[in-house]
């Protein structure tokens, strides 16, 4: 099947910094791309949908000015956490599609301290 | 928007028995119904998958059906395995693919010897 990288698996960050995660198609090309977040022990909530070209759609209760995404590419889409807090942390994890399948990257799990 | 209920949470079964567990959900417009697997700290992997004109799927030891007039599905994973251990997501879209699953809230499966 597809192949999705997801970078990094881990990371630690201060209070109030930002982080930005980085998905990739490797092998085919996702003119839309999907973010997720999963709290511990909970299931997987969309946060917002990456269109190549265009700007991303937020669903709702998710603060845009706080989850930056970009795809520039249609290859790559970028989530960036801005200004960060502890209740940030969480399995953030992105999805494209291939013909009618979701392809998953590994999760990038994010503490901030 | 689509609301997906799950049971149970966690289910215990013995080596070589049948789990079967349950979803449903609330927009009568979802028309794809997959269910994923995922192993801790892993990437979700797709298991099986149903779309709203077939009322059940099988392959191999694991099948799925679809109730749509009651609007809930359900998997059934006959002669289980250790290696069945892991948490089992539902998911419904209205998109007829994998784009903007809503998914269920998890079942942690565990297979005793």
């Known amino acids: 099947g597809a192949v999705v990288s997801q970078h990094p698996s881990r990371v630690i960050c201060k209070s109030g910094t930002s982080v930005k995660i980085e998905c990739r198609s490797l092998d085919f090309q996702a003119t839309t791309m999907f973010w997720y977040r999963q709290f511990p022990k909970q299931s997987l909530m969309l946060m917002a949908t990456s269109n190549e070209g265009s700007k991303a759609t937020y669903e709702q209760g998710v603060e845009k000015d706080k989850f930056l995404i970009n795809h520039a590419s249609l290859t790559l889409s970028t989530l960036t956490v801005t200004s960060a807090h502890p209740e940030d942390s969480s399995f953030y994890i992105c999805?494209?599609?291939?013909?009618?399948?979701?392809?998953f990257g590994q999760g990038t799990r994010l503490t901030v301290v | 928007g689509e609301n997906v209920e799950q049971h149970p949470s966690t289910l215990s079964v013995q080596e070589g028995d049948s789990a079967v567990i349950k979803c449903t959900y609330s927009d009568s417009a979802s028309n794809y119904f997959p269910w994923y697997k995922q192993e801790l700290g892993k990437r979700p992997q797709l298991i099986i998958d149903?779309?709203?004109?077939?009322g059940e799927k099988k392959d191999q030891r694991i099948a799925v059906t679809l109730n749509k007039t009651a609007k809930h599905f359900s998997l059934h994973i006959t002669e289980t395995q250790p290696e069945d251990s892991a948490v089992y997501f539902c998911?419904?879209?209205?998109?007829?693919?994998?784009?903007?699953?809503?998914f269920g809230t998890g079942t942690r499966l565990q297979v005793t010897l």
């Open positions: 999805s494209a599609p291939e013909n009618t399948e979701a392809f």
């Open positions: 149903i779309r709203s004109n077939v």
């Open positions: 998911a419904a879209s209205f998109t007829g693919t994998a784009s903007k699953l809503t």
